[in-house]
Protein backbone atom coordinates (compact mmCIF):
# COMPACT_ATOMS: atom_id res chain seq x y z
CA UNK A 1 0.00 0.00 0.00
CA UNK A 2 1.63 3.51 -0.94
CA UNK A 3 1.34 6.29 1.15
CA UNK A 4 -0.73 8.37 -1.00
CA UNK A 5 -3.18 5.31 -0.62
CA UNK A 6 -2.97 5.73 3.39
CA UNK A 7 -3.23 9.00 2.90
CA UNK A 8 -6.72 8.79 1.77
CA UNK A 9 -7.62 6.19 4.14
CA UNK A 10 -6.93 8.76 7.14
CA UNK A 11 -8.76 11.51 5.52
CA UNK A 12 -11.94 8.95 5.32
CA UNK A 13 -11.53 8.46 8.82
CA UNK A 14 -10.77 4.80 8.11
CA UNK A 15 -9.11 3.50 11.23
CA UNK A 16 -5.35 1.96 10.32
CA UNK A 17 -3.95 -1.22 11.07
CA UNK A 18 -0.69 -1.45 13.28
CA UNK A 19 1.67 -2.18 10.56
CA UNK A 20 -0.30 1.24 8.51
CA UNK A 21 0.14 3.24 11.32
CA UNK A 22 3.64 2.08 11.65
CA UNK A 23 4.22 3.20 8.20
CA UNK A 24 2.86 6.41 8.43
CA UNK A 25 4.88 7.15 11.31
CA UNK A 26 8.18 5.72 9.90
CA UNK A 27 8.05 6.98 6.41
CA UNK A 28 5.97 9.63 5.92
CA UNK A 29 7.77 13.50 5.04
CA UNK A 30 6.73 15.46 8.09
CA UNK A 31 5.10 18.34 6.06
CA UNK A 32 2.51 15.99 4.26
CA UNK A 33 2.06 14.33 7.30
CA UNK A 34 1.29 17.71 9.40
CA UNK A 35 -0.73 18.93 6.24
CA UNK A 36 -3.03 15.61 6.24
CA UNK A 37 -3.86 16.50 10.10
CA UNK A 38 -4.31 19.78 9.94
CA UNK A 39 -7.21 18.97 7.04
CA UNK A 40 -8.81 15.98 9.70
CA UNK A 41 -9.10 18.36 12.39
CA UNK A 42 -10.59 21.49 10.06
CA UNK A 43 -13.05 18.65 9.44
CA UNK A 44 -12.96 17.72 13.22
CA UNK A 45 -13.59 20.40 14.88
CA UNK A 46 -16.50 22.66 15.05
CA UNK A 47 -14.43 25.78 13.97
CA UNK A 48 -11.82 25.31 12.03
CA UNK A 49 -10.72 28.77 13.18
CA UNK A 50 -10.77 28.68 16.72
CA UNK A 51 -8.32 27.15 19.10
CA UNK A 52 -9.40 26.66 22.59
CA UNK A 53 -7.59 27.30 25.92
CA UNK A 54 -8.51 27.25 29.55
CA UNK A 55 -7.94 28.43 33.21
CA UNK A 56 -7.52 25.75 36.00
CA UNK A 57 -4.88 25.03 38.76
CA UNK A 58 -3.50 22.26 39.51
CA UNK A 59 -3.49 21.17 43.17
CA UNK A 60 -1.89 18.49 44.43
CA UNK A 61 -3.89 16.29 47.65
CA UNK A 62 -0.49 15.02 48.98
CA UNK A 63 3.06 13.97 47.88
CA UNK A 64 2.97 10.96 49.82
CA UNK A 65 2.92 8.36 47.03
CA UNK A 66 4.19 4.45 46.94
CA UNK A 67 4.38 4.06 43.39
CA UNK A 68 7.85 4.55 43.16
CA UNK A 69 7.59 6.37 39.20
CA UNK A 70 10.97 6.74 37.87
CA UNK A 71 10.15 10.21 36.33
CA UNK A 72 8.92 11.79 39.16
CA UNK A 73 11.09 14.17 41.47
CA UNK A 74 7.88 15.56 43.31
CA UNK A 75 6.91 12.87 45.26
CA UNK A 76 7.89 10.92 48.49
CA UNK A 77 8.02 7.99 50.23
CA UNK A 78 5.61 6.57 53.29
CA UNK A 79 8.56 6.95 55.57
CA UNK A 80 9.74 10.65 54.78
CA UNK A 81 7.30 11.55 57.34
CA UNK A 82 9.26 15.32 57.43
CA UNK A 83 8.54 15.89 53.87
CA UNK A 84 4.85 15.31 53.60
CA UNK A 85 1.73 16.62 53.34
CA UNK A 86 -1.93 17.03 52.56
CA UNK A 87 -3.60 19.89 51.65
CA UNK A 88 -5.92 21.18 54.11
CA UNK A 89 -9.27 22.60 53.76
CA UNK A 90 -8.39 26.31 54.19
CA UNK A 91 -5.75 25.80 51.29
CA UNK A 92 -8.01 24.82 48.94
CA UNK A 93 -10.41 27.60 49.70
CA UNK A 94 -8.15 29.85 49.52
CA UNK A 95 -6.68 28.62 46.30
CA UNK A 96 -10.27 28.20 44.75
CA UNK A 97 -11.41 31.47 45.55
CA UNK A 98 -7.74 32.99 43.78
CA UNK A 99 -8.63 30.26 40.96
CA UNK A 100 -12.77 31.94 40.43
CA UNK A 101 -10.30 35.89 40.63
CA UNK A 102 -8.29 34.51 37.55
CA UNK A 103 -11.50 33.20 36.28
CA UNK A 104 -11.27 29.62 36.31
CA UNK A 105 -14.14 27.46 37.36
CA UNK A 106 -11.99 24.18 37.92
CA UNK A 107 -9.27 22.39 39.90
CA UNK A 108 -7.35 19.88 38.78
CA UNK A 109 -6.86 17.66 41.61
CA UNK A 110 -3.95 15.15 41.95
CA UNK A 111 -2.16 13.36 44.30
CA UNK A 112 0.14 10.20 44.94
CA UNK A 113 -1.01 7.08 45.82
CA UNK A 114 -1.28 7.73 49.59
CA UNK A 115 -1.39 4.06 51.42
CA UNK A 116 -4.03 5.63 54.23
CA UNK A 117 -6.07 7.76 51.91
CA UNK A 118 -8.80 5.87 51.31
CA UNK A 119 -12.86 6.38 49.45
CA UNK A 120 -14.11 8.18 53.01
CA UNK A 121 -11.12 10.84 52.62
CA UNK A 122 -12.10 11.83 48.75
CA UNK A 123 -16.19 11.90 49.43
CA UNK A 124 -15.87 13.92 52.17
CA UNK A 125 -12.80 16.25 50.48
CA UNK A 126 -15.40 16.45 47.35
CA UNK A 127 -18.91 16.80 49.37
CA UNK A 128 -16.85 19.93 51.23
CA UNK A 129 -15.46 21.80 47.91
CA UNK A 130 -18.48 21.44 46.31
CA UNK A 131 -20.85 22.60 49.24
CA UNK A 132 -18.23 25.56 49.07
CA UNK A 133 -18.25 26.26 45.92
CA UNK A 134 -21.51 24.78 43.80
CA UNK A 135 -19.96 26.16 40.63
CA UNK A 136 -16.65 24.29 41.04
CA UNK A 137 -15.51 21.67 38.49
CA UNK A 138 -13.52 18.59 39.85
CA UNK A 139 -11.25 17.40 37.10
CA UNK A 140 -9.96 14.87 39.78
CA UNK A 141 -7.80 12.02 40.28
CA UNK A 142 -6.54 9.42 37.85
CA UNK A 143 -7.08 5.96 36.99
CA UNK A 144 -4.15 4.59 38.87
CA UNK A 145 -5.60 6.93 42.29
CA UNK A 146 -9.01 5.38 41.68
CA UNK A 147 -7.66 1.83 41.78
CA UNK A 148 -5.29 2.13 44.16
CA UNK A 149 -8.56 3.52 46.52
CA UNK A 150 -10.67 0.96 45.52
CA UNK A 151 -7.85 -1.43 46.50
CA UNK A 152 -7.20 0.19 50.07
CA UNK A 153 -11.29 0.43 51.01
CA UNK A 154 -11.87 -3.10 49.72
CA UNK A 155 -14.17 -1.97 46.96
CA UNK A 156 -14.27 -2.33 43.32
CA UNK A 157 -13.24 0.87 40.72
CA UNK A 158 -16.28 0.96 39.37
CA UNK A 159 -18.00 1.25 42.71
CA UNK A 160 -15.15 3.94 43.44
CA UNK A 161 -16.03 5.78 40.50
CA UNK A 162 -20.03 6.01 41.31
CA UNK A 163 -18.93 6.69 44.96
CA UNK A 164 -16.68 9.63 44.06
CA UNK A 165 -18.98 10.74 41.26
CA UNK A 166 -22.23 11.22 43.48
CA UNK A 167 -19.74 13.00 45.73
CA UNK A 168 -18.49 15.53 43.40
CA UNK A 169 -16.09 14.11 41.10
CA UNK A 170 -17.29 15.82 37.37
CA UNK A 171 -14.37 14.47 34.91
CA UNK A 172 -11.58 12.51 35.49
CA UNK A 173 -7.74 13.87 34.01
CA UNK A 174 -5.83 11.05 31.77
CA UNK A 175 -2.90 10.91 34.58
CA UNK A 176 -0.94 7.68 35.02
CA UNK A 177 -0.84 6.46 31.34
CA UNK A 178 3.04 7.56 30.48
CA UNK A 179 3.12 4.95 27.77
CA UNK A 180 0.51 1.72 27.61
CA UNK A 181 3.05 -0.88 27.46
CA UNK A 182 3.64 -3.52 30.42
CA UNK A 183 7.06 -3.87 29.97
CA UNK A 184 7.57 -0.12 29.83
CA UNK A 185 5.30 0.97 32.66
CA UNK A 186 7.30 -2.09 35.35
CA UNK A 187 10.57 -0.56 34.37
CA UNK A 188 8.89 2.92 34.84
CA UNK A 189 6.90 2.60 37.68
CA UNK A 190 6.84 -0.37 39.46
CA UNK A 191 4.31 -0.19 42.09
CA UNK A 192 2.11 1.43 39.97
CA UNK A 193 -1.75 -0.26 38.84
CA UNK A 194 -1.24 -2.10 35.66
CA UNK A 195 -2.09 -0.97 32.14
CA UNK A 196 -4.49 -3.36 32.08
CA UNK A 197 -6.28 -1.59 35.10
CA UNK A 198 -5.42 1.88 33.89
CA UNK A 199 -8.09 0.75 30.86
CA UNK A 200 -10.35 -1.23 33.21
CA UNK A 201 -11.21 2.24 35.20
CA UNK A 202 -10.97 4.52 31.73
CA UNK A 203 -13.84 2.15 30.39
CA UNK A 204 -15.50 1.52 33.67
CA UNK A 205 -15.73 5.61 33.82
CA UNK A 206 -17.22 6.15 30.40
CA UNK A 207 -19.55 3.73 30.94
CA UNK A 208 -21.25 5.50 33.50
CA UNK A 209 -20.57 8.86 31.46
CA UNK A 210 -17.82 10.16 32.86
CA UNK A 211 -15.92 12.11 30.25
CA UNK A 212 -12.40 11.48 30.79
CA UNK A 213 -9.08 12.63 29.09
CA UNK A 214 -6.22 10.55 27.70
CA UNK A 215 -2.70 11.55 27.85
CA UNK A 216 0.99 10.21 27.29
CA UNK A 217 4.34 10.63 27.87
CA UNK A 218 6.74 10.04 25.85
CA UNK A 219 10.81 10.36 25.05
CA UNK A 220 11.91 8.01 27.78
CA UNK A 221 12.68 4.49 27.69
CA UNK A 222 10.14 3.26 25.23
CA UNK A 223 10.57 2.68 21.45
CA UNK A 224 8.67 4.98 18.61
CA UNK A 225 6.47 2.12 17.71
CA UNK A 226 5.34 1.51 21.19
CA UNK A 227 4.26 5.23 21.46
CA UNK A 228 2.07 4.68 18.23
CA UNK A 229 0.72 1.37 19.69
CA UNK A 230 -0.51 2.97 23.09
CA UNK A 231 -2.49 5.89 20.46
CA UNK A 232 -3.96 2.53 18.92
CA UNK A 233 -5.27 1.28 22.05
CA UNK A 234 -7.13 4.35 22.98
CA UNK A 235 -8.57 4.50 19.87
CA UNK A 236 -9.61 1.24 20.51
CA UNK A 237 -10.96 1.33 24.04
CA UNK A 238 -12.99 4.92 22.64
CA UNK A 239 -14.29 2.28 20.58
CA UNK A 240 -15.75 0.38 23.08
CA UNK A 241 -17.69 3.42 24.94
CA UNK A 242 -21.72 4.02 24.56
CA UNK A 243 -22.65 5.57 22.22
CA UNK A 244 -24.29 8.20 24.56
CA UNK A 245 -21.22 8.44 26.63
CA UNK A 246 -18.56 11.21 25.51
CA UNK A 247 -15.69 9.33 26.07
CA UNK A 248 -12.59 10.43 26.25
CA UNK A 249 -12.97 14.23 25.29
CA UNK A 250 -8.89 14.59 24.35
CA UNK A 251 -5.53 13.06 24.00
CA UNK A 252 -2.61 14.70 25.32
CA UNK A 253 0.82 13.94 24.66
CA UNK A 254 3.95 15.25 26.63
CA UNK A 255 7.68 15.00 26.11
CA UNK A 256 9.56 13.50 29.62
CA UNK A 257 11.26 15.88 31.60
CA UNK A 258 14.28 14.64 33.34
CA UNK A 259 15.89 17.18 36.10
CA UNK A 260 16.81 15.48 38.99
CA UNK A 261 14.46 11.95 38.20
CA UNK A 262 15.62 8.61 38.90
CA UNK A 263 15.91 7.95 35.40
CA UNK A 264 18.48 10.93 34.97
CA UNK A 265 20.55 9.14 37.41
CA UNK A 266 20.60 5.98 34.94
CA UNK A 267 21.78 8.34 31.98
CA UNK A 268 18.08 8.45 30.51
CA UNK A 269 17.70 12.43 30.17
CA UNK A 270 15.36 14.26 28.00
CA UNK A 271 15.57 14.09 24.45
CA UNK A 272 13.21 16.98 22.67
CA UNK A 273 12.94 17.27 19.28
CA UNK A 274 10.57 19.90 18.00
CA UNK A 275 9.93 17.71 14.71
CA UNK A 276 9.59 14.66 16.55
CA UNK A 277 7.06 16.73 18.76
CA UNK A 278 5.02 17.76 15.33
CA UNK A 279 5.18 13.70 13.83
CA UNK A 280 3.13 12.65 17.08
CA UNK A 281 0.73 15.00 17.42
CA UNK A 282 0.32 14.69 13.58
CA UNK A 283 -0.43 11.08 13.91
CA UNK A 284 -2.44 11.27 17.46
CA UNK A 285 -5.39 13.35 14.61
CA UNK A 286 -4.60 10.68 12.33
CA UNK A 287 -4.98 7.72 14.44
CA UNK A 288 -7.37 9.07 17.02
CA UNK A 289 -10.31 9.38 14.32
CA UNK A 290 -12.54 9.04 18.04
CA UNK A 291 -11.06 11.68 20.01
CA UNK A 292 -11.83 15.43 18.34
CA UNK A 293 -9.40 17.20 20.94
CA UNK A 294 -5.78 17.26 20.63
CA UNK A 295 -3.84 19.70 22.64
CA UNK A 296 -0.45 21.39 22.68
CA UNK A 297 1.19 20.95 25.60
CA UNK A 298 3.18 24.40 25.64
CA UNK A 299 4.23 23.50 29.47
CA UNK A 300 6.91 20.87 28.24
CA UNK A 301 7.33 21.78 24.32
CA UNK A 302 7.51 25.52 24.59
CA UNK A 303 5.44 28.24 22.79
CA UNK A 304 6.64 28.03 18.99
CA UNK A 305 6.57 24.05 18.67
CA UNK A 306 2.97 24.68 20.16
CA UNK A 307 2.06 27.21 17.85
CA UNK A 308 3.19 24.88 14.93
CA UNK A 309 1.28 21.92 16.54
CA UNK A 310 -1.69 23.76 16.09
CA UNK A 311 -1.19 23.69 12.42
CA UNK A 312 -0.29 20.11 12.83
CA UNK A 313 -3.63 18.60 13.86
CA UNK A 314 -3.67 19.99 17.58
CA UNK A 315 -6.67 22.40 18.41
CA UNK A 316 -6.21 23.40 21.79
CA UNK A 317 -3.60 25.42 24.04
CA UNK A 318 -4.11 23.36 27.47
CA UNK A 319 -4.25 25.71 30.51
CA UNK A 320 -2.23 28.65 31.76
CA UNK A 321 -2.04 26.04 34.64
CA UNK A 322 -2.22 29.06 37.66
CA UNK A 323 -0.53 26.34 39.76
CA UNK A 324 1.48 23.04 38.92
CA UNK A 325 4.12 21.19 40.71
CA UNK A 326 5.24 17.93 39.22
CA UNK A 327 6.31 18.33 35.51
CA UNK A 328 8.00 21.28 36.39
CA UNK A 329 9.76 20.13 39.10
CA UNK A 330 11.66 17.76 36.57
CA UNK A 331 12.58 20.70 34.80
CA UNK A 332 9.66 22.03 32.46
CA UNK A 333 9.62 25.60 32.86
CA UNK A 334 7.38 27.81 30.17
CA UNK A 335 4.99 29.71 31.46
CA UNK A 336 2.26 31.89 30.10
CA UNK A 337 -0.16 34.49 31.26
CA UNK A 338 -4.32 34.70 30.15
CA UNK A 339 -2.89 37.36 27.78
CA UNK A 340 0.29 35.59 26.90
CA UNK A 341 -1.67 32.24 25.50
CA UNK A 342 -4.11 34.06 24.17
CA UNK A 343 -1.61 36.08 21.78
CA UNK A 344 -0.04 33.17 21.23
CA UNK A 345 -2.66 32.06 19.66
CA UNK A 346 -3.66 35.09 17.64
CA UNK A 347 -0.17 34.81 16.31
CA UNK A 348 -0.47 31.75 15.06
CA UNK A 349 -3.42 32.84 13.36
CA UNK A 350 -6.33 31.99 15.21
CA UNK A 351 -9.15 33.29 17.07
CA UNK A 352 -8.69 32.11 20.60
CA UNK A 353 -11.80 30.85 22.87
CA UNK A 354 -12.16 30.22 26.57
CA UNK A 355 -12.92 26.69 27.01
CA UNK A 356 -14.76 24.81 30.29
CA UNK A 357 -13.60 21.17 30.42
CA UNK A 358 -15.94 19.57 28.22
CA UNK A 359 -14.42 21.78 25.58
CA UNK A 360 -17.57 24.14 25.61
CA UNK A 361 -16.96 27.98 25.02
CA UNK A 362 -17.07 30.35 27.94
Not at 168 to 173: K, R, Y
Not at 302 to 314: E, I, P, Y
Request: glycine fraction near 6%.
Amino acid sequence: MTLETLYTKALDHTPLSREEAYRLYDEAPLEKLCAVADTLRRRTVPDPEVVTWQIDRNVNITNVCISGCRFCNFHCKPHQQELHFITSREEYYQKIEETFRFGGDQLLLQGGLHPDLGIDFYEELFRDLKEHYPTLRLNALGAPEISHIARISGLTTRQTLERLHRAGLDTLPGAGAEILDSEVRRRLSPAKPSVEEWLKVMHEAHELDIPTTATMMYGHIETPHQRIDHLLTLRDLQATKPASARGFTAFIPWIFRSSGTALEKQGIQTRFSPLEYLRLIAMSRIVLHNIPNIQASWLTVGKQTAQVALHSGANDMGSIMIEEHVVSSAGADNRFTAEGIQQAIREAGFTPRLRDQLYRYR
